[in-house]
């Protein structure tokens, strides 16, 4: 089956950058959109940044010009670059994979934690 695994998290720093990468692996259909959602405690999950196959993104207005989504679709990785981290960003970061067959797919990783120090 599918399986999604984030690193990269940690604490760091407000102003500070961290990297995180999520590897997939399983049976995955080459067209397919990967992304990052976070949750911080006691707030609503919510999408952080999406990727296409064909390098369409997606931004959440609050890390606009501050992360940049990209991937390696031969790979099937994704990774989330977020520089000038402020304490806000604090959350669990998840990996998400969404393809198509008869129906859409959907799989989620287990999430890292990003913890911004202010």
């Known amino acids: 089956q599918v399986q999604l695994v984030e690193s990269g998290g940690g604490l760091v720093q407000a102003g500070g950058s961290l990297s995180l990468s999520c590897a997939a692996s399983?049976?995955?259909?080459?067209?397919?959109?990967m992304a990052w959602y976070r949750q911080a405690p006691g707030k609503e999950r919510e999408l952080v940044a999406a990727i296409g196959t064909g390098g369409t993104t997606n931004y959440a207005d609050s890390v606009k010009g501050r992360f940049t989504i990209s991937r390696d679709s031969a790979k099937n990785t994704v990774y989330l670059q977020m520089n000038s981290l402020k304490p806000e960003d604090t959350a669990v970061y998840y990996c998400?994979?969404?393809?198509?067959?008869?129906?859409?797919?959907?799989?989620w990783g287990q999430g890292t934690q990003v913890t911004v120090s202010s």
């Open positions: 998400y994979l969404q393809y198509f067959l008869i129906k859409p797919l959907t799989y």
């Open positions: 399983g049976s995955i259909r080459s067209f397919n959109t």
